[in-house]
């Protein structure tokens, strides 16, 4: 597989101050996907991790935004109409915090899920991210800005 033809990103007026690690679950139907417009309209998500009686806020940047949207769509499609979509996760991320906001932006996601769900995200993936992948043909074009109004 080659490198993602994804733009990279580096946040103006912001910088990581520290590591988290959350073991919790994704709930997909609160899933915002987008783009955000710093350099270059770079694909985003944003989505909460439940760990305990905690929600946590986190972004997703370039390729493992695609990753987020991807499995979320998966998971919609293999749970059933009575069940709510959500996902186990472990996510590390960075805090990053300027003079306005502060935010958890992942770096690495383990999904902790079936070969069901995994057979049916890992396809969606390489169609988004490959080499001759077209993602702003196939990425929703809405703007998202921090924070996240839910």
Known sequence: MTATKFPTTK????APNAVAHIDGSVDCTLLRVGVLNIVSATPVASFLVRSGVQQHPVWALE???VVVYCYCQAVKAETLATELP??????????VSGRKLAALVAFDIHWHT????????????ARMTGDHARWKDRWPTEPIEFPVKR
């Open 63 to 65: 390729r493992l935004a």
């Open 86 to 95: 959500v996902i186990e996760v472990s996510v590390q991320a960075s805090l």
């Open 114 to 125: 079936s070969r069901a769900i995994r057979d049916r995200a890992e396809p969606m993936i």
């Open 11 to 14: 946040l103006p007026i912001a």
